[in-house]
């Protein structure tokens, strides 16, 4: 049995939200999520988009759900310990 895999593109309204708060020190890298499907079962397993915040010494990489998830403002740490509200991520981002 094959799985389906169908890319999910990065949502351009929470990049444009994050472009916007970003500062001149900092990169962000975007990969793109993915939903897979186990044919002839009604699994899916939704692989998060992934966001790299890469400043002078320090990084920082989250997991973002976007439209799989009920509060689009919400992230997490790559261990799903954290759940981080957009708020709080932009005072994360200015510590970078």
């Known amino acids: 049995m094959k799985l389906k895999e169908k890319v999910i593109e990065f949502p351009s309204y929470m990049r444009e939200k994050l472009e916007y708060v970003k500062n001149t020190n900092l990169d962000i890298l975007y990969q793109s999520g993915k939903l897979i499907t186990i044919p ?3 699994i899916e397993l ?3 988009h992934i966001i ?3 400043g002078k010494v320090e990084e920082l990489k989250l997991l ?3 439209d799989y998830e009920e509060n689009r403002n919400r992230f997490y740490t790559t261990d799903l310990s954290e759940e981080i509200p957009f708020n709080k991520l932009k005072e994360m981002i200015k510590k970078l």
């Open 52 to 54: 790299i915040f890469k």
């Open 40 to 42: 002839l079962t009604n």
């Open 64 to 66: 973002y759900y976007g």
């Open 46 to 48: 939704i692989v998060p």
